[in-house]
């Protein structure tokens, strides 16, 4: 039996990834607004990362962490989209094991870390406006550094068991993937092993990190609502919800497109598979397209930033 096993996970070295199995005409089509919001979220999270490197007024805490959150949607954009995009161009289907496996881990991960560094942005905004007395000695620099490890640890940990549970299955019906991209259940339903375990401990770990931290910015907003409202003074109102106004907007997307997958998913009997699959995509493009853009609209230090980094130039 062992030497049964061993064979049938050698004929797997690569998996073949068919993009939207009905619909394939779509690709060329459709690469190019997707090669828009890729050229759009890469170089809008650029700007923003030069402008507060760059910038001496934006190193504060809120901006350090407006920068981790750059950077996760950069590293999420460049495993994702180049790949998607050399195949509906190049017809560059195959994914090697690792690779795929690999990607599988990122995406996991790094979905997380945004939404946990959207609690700790939360938490930051709970305590500039509900403790400001005591928010330059609770949000500091050590306070980032701490945060930042902690989103990466945390997430790394539960999410790592994904690929590594998906990569010891036996594969042996076939190699082909309908979906651009190697998500758990796609690649997971091609084995011949049980796998029920590895569905449930993607479901129980996603749902936890991910609805922990819901749960956590709902709280933080709901005190900031509490002592909001309680501000008597004329336009405090609204200087402190505009504070908070950026930070909810990204929330608000991120969930949004998230919650949405969830449901295409949850009802895919009912509609077409190409469906989830192209919200996946963009579920990888359009926060990371939008996170810098609301920021740099609605926050004036950056937008004042960006504009004398654009005369440098």
Known sequence: MASSSNYSTAL???????CFPNYQSWQHWLSVPLSLLFLLAMGANTTLL???????????????????????????????IPKVLAIFWFDLRPISFSACFLQMFIMNSFLTMESCTFMVMAYDRYVAIC?????????TGQFVVRAAVFVIARN???????PILSARLRYCAGNIIKNCICTNLSVSKLSC??????????????WTLLGSDL???????????????????????????????????????????????????????????????????????????????????????????????????
């Open 12 to 18: 797997i070295s690569e998996f073949l990834l068919i």
């Open 50 to 80: 030069i402008t507060i490197w760059l910038e001496a007024s934006l190193h504060e805490p809120m901006y350090y962490l407006l920068s981790l959150l750059s950077l996760l949607d950069i590293v999420l954009c460049l495993t994702v």
């Open 156 to 162: 790394v940990l539960f999410s790592l068991p994904v």
């Open 131 to 139: 403790h400001p007395l005591q928010y330059p000695s609770i949000i």
């Open 215 to 313: 749960i956590l910015i709902v709280l933080s907003y709901s005190f900031i609502l509490k002592v909001v409202l309680r501000i008597k003074a004329e336009g405090a109102v609204a200087k402190a919800l505009s504070t908070c106004g950026s930070h909810f907007i990204l929330i608000l997307f991120f969930s949004t497109v998230l919650l949405v997958l969830v449901i295409t998913n949850l009802a895919r009997e009912r509609i077409s598979p190409d469906v989830p699959i192209l919200l996946n995509i963009l579920h990888h493009l359009i926060p990371p397209a939008l996170n810098p853009i609301v920021y740099g609209v609605r926050t004036k230090e950056i937008k004042q930033g960006i504009q004398k980094l654009l005369r440098r130039l």
């Open 193 to 206: 092993d049980d796998i029920i375990f590895n569905r449930l401990y993607q479901f129980v770990a996603g």
